[in-house]
């Protein structure tokens, strides 16, 4: 096992979800979480979202490689303390909501949402 092996802390490091418009994707994600995504001069087709290290992010993404999809991996975005207010601003930014709200003993709160593009996006809350 090697260092890095050892110190791993997280199966999850990165992701990226892709978008057809960045620009629409970026203002759904900023209306739905209502705080905005951090935008770097040098990588103009990234907007990612807030973390604290050694905590986890990702980004949304444009460019090759990078098709929206409904059927593929599903991954869960943090809101703690905040699904509700998350989910109620969904549909106004341009989403749907897939599976609503649903209590998974000893995971938390879980829902499905379609963003901008079309993606199959999960929302997670722990209490």
């Not at 003993?105 to 963003?115: E, M």
């Amino acid at each position: 096992m090697t260092t890095a092996e050892q110190t791993a802390t997280s199966t999850i490091t990165w992701f990226e979800i892709p978008a057809a418009d960045f620009a629409r994707a970026v203002r759904f994600y900023e209306a739905i979480f209502a705080s905005p995504l951090l935008h770097l001069g040098d990588w103009p087709n990234l907007a990612i979202f807030p973390y604290e290290r050694p905590g986890i992010s990702g980004a949304i993404a444009v460019g090759e490689g990078h098709r929206p999809c409904a059927d593929g991996t599903v991954i869960y975005l943090n809101c703690d303390g905040r699904i509700d207010q998350v989910l109620a601003r969904v549909e106004k930014a341009g989403g749907s909501i897939v599976e609503p709200k649903n209590h998974i003993p000893n995971v938390g709160w879980v829902a499905q949402i379609y963003d901008s593009e079309g993606n199959r996006v999960g929302l997670h809350a722990a209490a």
